[in-house]
Structures are given as C-alpha cells and as structure tokens.
C-alpha cells in the first residue's frame, strides 16, 4: 500500500491551500480516510475523517472530500494562519474516525503517508 500526499510547500496567509492523498494497493471505497496534523514536539491531531459513505464534509475553514474513482483524498484550508504550519498527514482505516483536535495512537491506523510539510508565512 502507498500512500502520497502531495500539494504542501510555503503558502501565503490568507490564501487557501489544497492537499492531496493518492492511495493505491487497496479498495479505496473500503476504508475511511482522513487527514492529521502535527507540530513538532506535539501530538499528532485530527483535522477531519470521512468514511466511505461520504464524500464531502466541511468544518471552515476546512473541507475534506473523497473521489473513490481516483483513490484520492484532498483537503482545503481557507484562510490559512500561521497556526496552520504543520506536517499533514493522511490515514486510511477501515474504522478510521477522528474529529477536530482529536488524538489518535498511531499504531491503530492501518496506512500513514510520510507527510507533507505546509508552512504558512505572514
């Protein structure tokens, strides 16, 4: 199984970033997806999950959404602070759940990314 997030880089506060997760080796439309945060020194956080029944949910400035055609998860953060700079990571589970903030141990996910460093510069 790979998954590759892709989209990251330095972005401009107050500008909207996409995120995107390729997943390939598995059924995508099995497994709930989702999308995680971490700063250095900090736990990795949740920032929204969306299972297989879904295809879109929004929590501002935050917007996950799913194409099983593709295999691909994206992410949109809207009017990015500098609070957003973080290493993104995206998850794939059979019973992923998370919310937003939400802990996670990371040993419970079946599938990480390596992650995409998003810097956001004022």
């Known amino acids: 199984v790979q998954v590759v997030e892709s989209g990251g880089g330095l972005v401009q506060a107050g500008g909207t970033l996409n995120l995107s997760c390729t997943i390939s080796?598995?059924?995508?439309?099995?497994?709930?997806v989702g999308w995680f945060r971490q700063t250095p020194g900090k736990e990795r956080k949740g920032i929204l999950c969306?299972?297989?029944y879904s295809s879109r949910i929004e929590r501002v400035p935050f917007t996950i959404s799913r194409d099983n055609a593709r295999n691909t998860l994206y992410l949109q953060i809207r009017d990015l602070v500098s609070a957003d700079t973080a290493m993104y990571y995206c998850?794939?589970?059979?019973?992923?759940?998370?919310?937003?903030?939400?802990?996670?141990?990371?040993?419970?996910?079946?599938?990480w990314g390596q992650g995409i460093q998003v810097t956001v510069s004022s």
């Open positions: 998850a794939a589970d059979r019973s992923l759940r998370c919310t937003w903030g939400s802990s996670i141990n990371l040993e419970d996910v079946s599938y």
């Open positions: 969306i299972n297989s």
């Open positions: 080796g598995l059924n995508f439309r099995d497994y709930s």
